[in-house]
């Protein structure tokens, strides 16, 4: 036990949920990858299994690595990995919307690694962490809106945009975040509903022009938002997706207890049933009861992130979890709001759950930069010792 302590430092329940998330994924992935195999004809479950854990395994030893890096540091890091996600977007971007047939607006596929990346997942968290530092930076300043347009503006902006084109839902769960963390950081209200205004209209400005001058764009998804949106929207349930049908049909067939582990239907019919819609599978295998236990681990995660960004004695600190884990937050949400059809289908994986790559590695960079702040937690006592003892030293630099 003592030697497990000395590797799962920081907040110990933070860990316990993390791990849980972990071992849990294993049963609806096994389950759910057999559609891989049979309908796609992609490999075989085993083999997706074993994908799943390496990736998973090598998260967690990303956690671990992270866990013992001090927390000021991730910053500075954020500032230098701006331009890399920048162009990194704009190679996601220029690649086109498709790789070897299936959507590739969030991945990028570099010759020579036998998996692709997810860049906007790894926007995400940089540019979040590069907010929570600059709005540290400036927090003593009178803050004008024109002095930080450049620095903190145009950032959000750049990465928004890149993202935009091809994957709307996700470019703008990147911007409503940044206006979170911003709202936190105690920018101005007054500017920060000038920045939605300017985010909406050019967001609709897009979608007119793509729809009215289709060649002045290029390539994008613009038909397919709308046709999701009106699905969602529309009375006639006839016009639903082929995904909502199947994903409410396995909710329904979940009812209380579920149908019992691996033995789902709807993971042969349902698109995605392993990544984007495996809440569904879950809740059809494990019932309202495992679903409802999945929504508790989130939350209490959630729980802990709040905990943790109070108890931390720096500004920098209580914004860095923030920023490291709403991400993970919102995501997890979000695709399970978009299963039970509270939202319009948006294609974001299940944190720690969906079966996937390198969207596990960047859940996990932000796991281990918010272990990274609470191994840093101090006691009042040893806050006010501190104090006294910098008092003390400044008495005696006077003297």
Same mark, same amino acid.
């Given at each position: 036990?003592? !030697? ?11 860990? /316990?949920?993390?791990?849980?998330? @972990? ?23 085993? =083999? ?32 230098? *990995? ?5 162009? &990194? ?45 600059? &709005? ?11 002095? +930080? ?25 990147? %911007? #409503? ?22 985010? $909406?209209?050019? /967001? ?12 002045? $764009? ?9 046709? !999701?949106?009106?699905? %969602?929207? *529309? ?14 049909? #396995? ?6 207890? *579920? ?21 569904? $599978? ?7 009861? *495992? ?6 681990? %989130?939350?209490?995660?959630?729980? !802990? ?8 004695? +720096?500004?920098?600190? @209580? ?19 978009? /299963? ?5 289908? @948006? ?26 702040? =609470? !191994?840093? $937690?101090? @006691?009042?006592?040893?806050?006010? /010792? ?14």
């Amino acid at each position: 036990m003592e !030697r497990l302590n000395n590797i799962l430092l920081g907040d110990k329940y933070l860990w /316990a949920f993390i791990l849980l998330l @972990t071992a849990f994924s294993f049963l609806p992935v096994y389950s759910a990858s057999s559609n891989l195999e049979l309908i796609v004809g992609e490999g075989s479950t085993i =083999s997706h299994l074993g994908k799943h854990a390496f990736f998973l395994l090598v998260g967690l030893a990303i956690i671990v690595g992270l866990q013992h890096v001090d927390y000021k540091y991730f910053g500075g890091l954020a500032l230098l *990995g701006m331009p890399i996600v920048v162009v &990194l977007l704009g190679l996601t971007l220029v690649q086109g919307t498709t790789i070897e047939g299936a959507n590739a607006a969030r991945w990028l596929k570099i010759p020579g690694i036998p998996f692709t990346i997810q860049t906007s997942s790894l926007a995400s968290l940089t540019l979040m962490i590069y907010c929570a530092r600059y &709005l540290t930076k400036i927090r003593e300043q009178n803050i004008r809106f024109i002095d +930080t347009i450049l620095p903190l503006l145009l950032p959000i902006i750049v990465v928004v945009g890149l993202i935009f084109p091809a994957n709307g839902s996700t470019a703008l769960i990147i %911007f #409503a975040m940044a206006l979170v963390i911003l709202f936190l950081g105690d920018y101005p209200l007054k500017y920060l509903f000038g920045l939605l205004f300017s985010g $909406i209209l050019f /967001a609709s400005l897009f979608i007119y022009v793509a729809k009215t001058k289709p060649d002045l $764009i290029g390539s994008n998804r613009v038909d397919t938002w709308i046709s !999701r949106i009106e699905s %969602f929207l *529309g009375d006639d349930k006839e016009e639903e997706s082929y995904q909502v049908k199947n994903a409410k049909t #396995a909710i329904v067939q979940g009812s209380i207890l *579920g149908v019992g582990s691996g033995k789902s239907a709807l993971k042969q019919t349902l698109p995605q049933s392993s990544s984007d819609f495996i809440f569904a $599978i879950i809740v059809e295998e494990y019932g309202f009861v *495992g679903g409802l236990f999945l929504i508790f681990i %989130f939350l209490s995660i959630l729980f !802990r992130i709040i905990l943790i960004s109070v108890k931390i004695h +720096t500004y920098f600190g @209580t914004l860095l979890v923030f920023a490291a884990g709403l991400p993970i937050i919102f995501q997890a949400l979000i695709n399970m709001a978009v /299963a039970v059809n509270l939202m319009p289908v @948006t294609g974001q994986p299940l944190p720690m759950i969906s079966y996937g790559g390198t969207s596990i590695w960047i859940t996990c960079m932000g796991l281990g930069v918010i272990l990274s702040v =609470s !191994r840093q $937690i101090k @006691t009042p006592e040893e806050i006010q /010792a501190e104090r006294k003892k910098q008092s003390e030293a400044i008495i005696e630099d006077i003297a």
